[in-house]
Every structure is written in C-alpha cells, then in structure tokens.
C-alpha cells in the first residue's frame, strides 16, 4: 500500500489528508485534520503531529512515501516562502527532516488544475452542457481572494497542468458603467492601470459596492453599512474582524438590499466576461471549470443567465464559445484532490 499525503497550505489554515494512492478517485481519504497554520513554526512539526495522530486514530504504523503540498502563494523550484506566516519551505528539506522519499511544493491554483482530473460529476454544476473533445485543452478560472487563471494540456495521453497571471491582464470595461467603474478604481488606488483582479475577486466584491454606493446608485441599509464601515476603519490590519465580500453577497442572495445586488450583478458580469476571455485564447473545448471559493457560494447567482452571456458576447467569434463545456466546481476540497494526483505522478 502506497500512501500519499496531500495538503493545503493557507495562510490562515491547513487542512492535511492522507490518501492511499491505488484508491485515488474513490474513497481514498485514510485521515484528514485541519489546523490553525499561525500555530506552527514550520511545516515540519505540523505534519508530525498530524502523522502521529493518524497513528493513533488508525492503530498502525503509517510511512508516507510520497507527499505534495498546495502553497498559496509563488513556488519556485519545489520552495516557497510564506511571508505572513515566516515559514520558508523546500522540498528536499522537508523530504530529509519528514523522512518522506519525495514530496513536492505546487501553488494552490496549479493543485486546482490537477483536481479537475479527480472530480465526479457530482461534484461540479453544469452551466454550459456541450460535449467535452478528447485531447482538448482545458481551462480554469477562479475567484476568490485574488483571480487565479491557469489551463491543461494533454501530452503523452496524461494531461499537464500549467499555471498563468491571466488575473493581473488589463479589466476591460464593456459599458459605460464600466468605464467609470474603472475611472473610479484608477482614482481610489491612484494608479493608471487596473487589472481585472480589482474587479474580478472577493476584493472587487467590495470595490464595486463602494463605487456603486459612492456613485449615489441606492441608499446603504444599516447593516451593509456597518459592516463596511468596519472593514475601511481597519484597512492596514493583517485580520480584520468582518468579511464585507461575505455580507453583500449574502445580502444580494436574499434580496435584502439593492446595493449589494447591482454590486454582485456587475460581478458576475465581469466574472463572465473574463471567463470568456480565458476561453476564446485557449478554446478549451476539454470543458471551461470555474474554482475560487465565491462561485459556488453564489450559486443561483451564477446559474441566473446573466454569466454565461457575458461569456458568450464576443462579437463575431462569440458562435466558438458555444461549443465549450462550462462547469462550476462545487467540491472545496479540489485543490487536496489535485495535490494528492500530482504526488501520485511522482
């Protein structure tokens, strides 16, 4: 029995699993645990004390061979440095120090490609049914604190998963509220340039609503208001005390407030629009998957129509966008799917 163990790494927690890696795409999860990642030093007591506890729980000696871990944050060359947490990671320490033959470092987005490969229908919601073209390129987009973007290409009969900055290409605005939109965020950061990040992510949630209510669209209800004043009194704070993406998302889901809900309409507008984007420089006819922690929170949001047209509104080549299958990925635990799939490949 060859066992494989996967983690994620945040800033704020890691959740660690270990899997058995002939079971990979059934019921491979042998042990899961989730801890506070600002209580560790490092990587290394972390995962010890998640092995001795699998240990315990388990009642049988467990030799990891394999290990991979999704980094939220840059990895190069198998290391990463977690600047929030002061932990510097490399692979081939952690391989000495964990006594684990081979582990790897990947970013969190990259372990979102290779989760993709794992997935059961069950855990996706179909937006765009076309059929899926084997050896097609596939392509995945996700919201969530920031934008990531990153596709997969068959070779060898086994696909490659590769990562990208697509969040950090230019927002570009499709009307005139749009525009000042983007006017007002050149204005409120103070810079010339606005990458659709700003818009597109948890943090463009909050910018929209501020435009929108800054711009007079509709009167603050008392609750949106607090929460926001909150949140802007402890910009500079490391941890704030409320999630302002969170509240108006929620407000805009209930109907409780029409500020909130023109915000997450221009959201998933944009959201849409930048999907549409990846997809006509990749045509991934191996199907378009949306990640990121928001999509699937706002779910009716996504499915209402207005997502998919924007994806779909591309002038006269707008008829290729038809043909790609696009999906919503439901399960959060992708990205430990796909870290376990890439230790697999070790």
């Not at 029409?258 to 549409?276: D, H, I, N, P, W």
Request: charged residues 20%; proline residues 5%.
């Amino acid at each position: 029995m060859t066992l494989i163990l996967a983690g994620d790494i945040g800033g704020t927690k890691t959740i660690l699993q270990l899997v058995e890696e002939s079971a990979l795409g059934s019921s491979p999860k042998l042990y899961e645990a989730l801890y506070k990642s600002g209580d560790f030093p490092d990587l290394v007591p972390m995962v010890q004390q998640f092995l001795a506890e699998a240990r315990q729980k388990l009642d049988q000696s467990l030799s990891p061979e394999k290990a991979c871990f999704a980094i939220a944050g840059p990895v190069i060359n198998d290391t990463s440095t977690l600047t929030n947490l002061g932990w510097i990671l490399d692979a081939r320490r952690l391989e000495q120090e964990l006594n684990i033959p081979k582990i790897s470092l990947i970013n969190d987005f990259a372990a979102v490609g290779y989760g993709i490969l794992g997935l059961e229908s069950n855990d996706l919601c179909t937006l765009q049914a076309a059929p899926s073209q084997p050896n097609s390129p596939i392509a995945v987009i996700g919201a969530g604190t920031g934008l990531g973007q990153g596709f997969l290409i068959e070779q060898n009969g086994t696909y490659k998963v590769f990562p990208s900055e697509g969040g950090h290409a230019d927002f570009a605005p499709r009307n005139e509220l749009e525009f000042q939109l983007l006017q007002y965020l050149r204005d409120k950061y103070d810079i010339q340039r606005i990458s659709v990040e700003r818009v597109v992510s948890g943090q463009g949630i909050v910018a929209i609503y501020q435009f929108l209510r800054d711009r007079k669209f509709a009167q603050e209800t008392p609750e949106i208001e607090q929460v926001i004043g909150t949140w802007e009194r402890e910009t500079g704070r490391s941890e704030k005390s409320v999630d302002p993406a969170a509240a108006i998302a929620k407000a805009a889901l209930d109907g409780s407030d029409r500020l909130s809900e023109q915000t997450l309409k221009m959201f998933v507008e944009a959201y849409g629009a930048e999907a549409g984007n990846l997809a006509l420089k990749l045509l991934p006819y191996g199907g378009l998957y949306v990640a990121g922690g928001i999509a699937a929170k706002i779910l009716s949001l996504m499915q209402e129509g207005s997502f998919l047209r924007a994806f779909a509104q591309k002038g006269r080549v707008s008829s290729l966008l038809e043909k790609v299958p696009v999906h919503i990925i439901l399960n959060p635990q992708v990205g430990l799917i796909g870290a376990a799939i890439c230790a697999s490949r070790m």
